[in-house]
């Protein structure tokens, strides 16, 4: 069964600072990845997806993420972080041919101005 | 438009009372689903029908009973509601395919006094 492990679960930043969140999933054979954004109050928004092809994936508001096979990681990074940043981050993995997309436990991200 | 609208917003309620949430998507997606996020913000899958079949069935209560009139719509009913029910459901939907995101509704507050 596949699974997400995000072991960062609260990170705390200044503005302008760089952004890296960790992100590793368990499953033998050929995934998609993705991470949401949660914004205070609302519902999950898609950031990014990484599902062939290129392993470093941009998405929107100046977020990229770089699947690395070999270790299992697709980590989310931002070079300068805004106070709008503010957030719940979750990274998410579905098997191919497998319907259920499965989520880690999410990571807070508070940026301070 | 909303692509993913779910009703209502915030439900309070007894213990005991049986409750509907309702969802309607405008995306034309064969997939919709059904998702459980706790009060530490853990996300976990409840169910998910394809075309009006019900094709993902974690281990939820019984009380539990999702109903699918058609591949647009995908409401929950609760049954006998208990304390720890209290969370955020949140409706999604997706093409069907494991390389299509998930599009989600705003979720529903429910709280089980």
């Known amino acids: 069964a596949q699974s997400v492990s995000q072991h960062n679960h609260h990170v705390i930043l200044s503005e302008a600072a760089s952004l890296e969140l960790g992100c590793n999933y368990s499953y033998g054979g050929t995934v998609n990845l993705f991470w949401y954004v949660q914004y205070p109050g609302q519902h999950l928004q898609l950031l990014l997806k990484y599902f062939s092809g290129d392993p470093l994936v941009k998405g929107i508001k100046g977020f990229e993420a770089e699947f690395i096979k070999s270790k299992f990681s697709f980590n989310l990074r931002k070079p300068s972080v805004q106070w709008s940043d503010t957030a719940e981050y979750f990274c998410a993995v579905r098997a191919l041919g497998n319907e259920k997309l499965t989520f880690g436990t999410g990571t807070r991200l508070t940026i301070i101005p | 438009d909303t692509a993913v609208s779910q009703t209502p917003k915030y439900l309070v309620t007894q213990m005991g009372n049986d409750k509907s949430i309702k969802c309607e998507q405008n995306l034309g997606h064969d997939t919709m689903y059904w998702y459980k996020q706790d009060s530490k913000k853990f996300l976990k899958i409840m169910f998910s029908y394809n075309n009006k079949e019900l094709i993902i069935n974690e281990t939820v209560p019984n009380r539990f009973s999702p109903k699918s009139p058609d591949k647009a719509h995908l409401n929950l009913h609760i049954n006998s509601l208990e304390l720890g029910d209290s969370a955020v459901y949140f409706c999604?939907?997706?093409?069907?395919?494991?390389?299509?995101?998930?599009?989600f509704g705003n979720g529903t507050r429910l709280t089980v006094t």
């Open positions: 999604a939907s997706s093409q069907g395919s494991s390389h299509s995101p998930l599009h």
